[in-house]
């Protein structure tokens, strides 16, 4: 039995499988280990993004605590309520508004 496997692996049919079989092995390990390496790079890459963005959102949560009200509405982009002073609501609301009755 041995006999017969070595007798069809030496052969020229053989041989042209076992180099096939080679090259996907040599072509499946260079395919993972790229991929292994593109996934630790792309993650790499996500985690600095996201310190970056922590320290983004730190500075401005900072920003947002030490504000007074006034200073809050301008961070919001202006306090457009009926009852609150004109002096925090944003440039042109009071137009808009009277454009909408």
């Given at each position: 039995?041995?006999?017969?496997?070595?007798?069809?692996?030496?052969?020229?049919?053989?041989k042209?499988?076992?180099?096939?079989?080679?090259?996907?092995?040599?072509?499946?390990?260079?395919?993972?280990?790229?991929?292994?390496?593109?996934?630790?790079?792309?993650?790499?890459?996500?985690?600095?993004?996201?310190?970056?963005?922590?320290?983004?959102?730190?500075?401005?949560?900072?920003?947002a605590?030490?504000?007074?009200?006034?200073?809050?509405?301008?961070?919001?982009?202006?306090?457009?309520?009926?009852?609150?002073?004109?002096?925090?609501?944003?440039?042109?609301?009071?137009?808009?508004?009277?454009?909408?009755?």
């Open positions: 039995m041995i006999a017969a496997l070595l007798k069809a692996a030496l052969s020229p049919a053989g042209a499988l076992g180099a096939l079989v080679l090259a996907g092995a040599l072509f499946g390990g260079v395919y993972a280990k790229g991929r292994a390496d593109g996934r630790a790079s792309l993650t790499a890459q996500l985690a600095a993004d996201r310190v970056t963005i922590l320290k983004d959102g730190k500075a401005i949560d900072n920003e605590l030490a504000a007074d009200d006034p200073a809050l509405c301008a961070l919001l982009g202006g306090c457009l309520q009926p009852d609150s002073d004109a002096a925090l609501r944003p440039a042109g609301a009071d137009a808009a508004k009277a454009g909408h009755k």
